[in-house]
């Protein structure tokens, strides 16, 4: 029997949770023990629900254990590039919420640092373990849709976030778009060349008193030719509205909303049938298991992971060159190469 991977989370909030208890369920991974700066009773009494012995103020204590092996970093966005580079320093393999920071020079650094200790880092762009978006995937890459020409997505959340963390986020497309970005990437196999942002503030003021936006429609363009559109909005009042399609030379496939059942009704007067799945953390729970169980099997194989360092800078700079665009009101190029970003995508099938 293949010894489970002993692991922290650093980070106990909602995300970080979630990854708890998918770890507890999954036979590759040993939880041992959580940090959380914010101690609260609330979560006391939540990790002892969860037979977690160990909560810590302070993920310094994860990471001087030498028993655990790998850390799940799940603190806010802010803090992800000082957390993977203290993790990295301390040997322990790393898992990623997205984004990797706020800032490039921050990025560079976190990256540089996991590449010269040695240890593995993946990000946690989930969406690429989804199984209906991995199926498109095999698609493109089996030529069976030809070379794509055209990719849609749209993502848009049943309801607006608040304004504490709408403040803290790094806004729509470093904190929304980014899963996008990283799709489009994912999907259509080339880097993108050039970005332009259309956005405004339609469903709430809060969005603009906070420098941001809550409808935006994105056109990136690929070295290959390809040519992505993506339209986002922080409300759709009728569900969690999460398509796209690929269009190539030799036909189209698309991967629809997920519904709670099929169950299409016809009458007399209508054709009715369930709305999409309501939130994020319905809608993509098998992604959520599936990423971090190939996590287990890159430490345990020391193979790449399904989603890199490189492969997060690489998104990053695609939501930073889209508020820029947004900002300017023009294309912004991009200057990001294939050989930098590495592609580790192509092996997540």
Avoid at 61 to 89: G, K, M, Y
Avoid at 329 to 348: H, I, M, W, Y
């Amino acid at each position: 029997m293949v010894k489970p991977i002993v692991v922290g989370i650093i980070g106990a909030g909602r995300i970080g949770r979630l990854h708890a208890d998918n770890l507890r369920a999954m036979p590759s991974f040993k939880l041992k023990s959580i940090a959380e700066a914010m101690m609260s009773d609330e979560l006391l009494a939540w990790a002892e629900s969860r037979g977690l012995g160990s909560v810590f103020a302070a993920g310094e204590d994860i990471l001087n254990d030498p028993e655990i092996e790998a850390v799940f970093i799940c603190t806010p966005t802010d803090s992800h590039a000082s957390w993977i580079e203290r993790a990295a320093r301390a040997g322990k393999h790393i898992f990623c919420e997205k984004p990797i920071s706020l800032s490039s020079e921050e990025t560079q650094r976190a990256l540089q640092a996991a590449e010269d200790a040695g240890v593995l880092l993946q990000v946690g762009f989930n969406r690429r373990m989804d199984p209906s978006f991995r199926k498109l995937k095999r698609l493109v890459q089996s030529g069976e849709l030809g070379n794509p020409h055209i990719v849609k997505i749209t993502s848009r959340d049943p309801q607006p976030p608040g304004e504490a963390y709408v403040r803290s986020s790094g806004g729509m497309f470093m904190d929304m778009t980014i899963h996008d970005f990283d799709m489009a990437r994912y999907l259509v196999g080339s880097e993108v060349a050039e970005v332009y942002t259309r956005g405004a503030n339609l469903i709430d003021p809060m969005f603009g008193r906070c420098g941001d936006v809550d409808t935006a429609v994105i056109t990136l363009t690929f070295v290959n030719g390809a040519i992505c559109v993506i339209d986002n909005s922080r409300q759709a009042v009728y569900g969690y509205d999460q398509r796209v399609e690929v269009f190539g030379t030799l036909g189209s496939a698309t991967a629809d909303n997920c519904r709670p059942t099929t169950v299409e009704v016809s009458t007399a007067t209508s054709v009715t049938r369930d709305q999409p799945e309501h939130f994020f953390l319905e809608r993509y729970n098998q992604a959520f298991m599936e990423e971090i169980a190939a996590f287990a099997r890159s430490v345990r194989l020391e193979e790449p992971v399904i989603c890199s360092g490189r492969d997060g800078e690489a998104a990053q700079l695609i939501a930073e060159a889209a508020r820029e665009s947004y900002l300017s009101g023009l294309p912004v190029k991009l200057s990001v190469t294939a050989a930098e970003a590495g592609f580790s995508e192509l092996q997540a099938l």
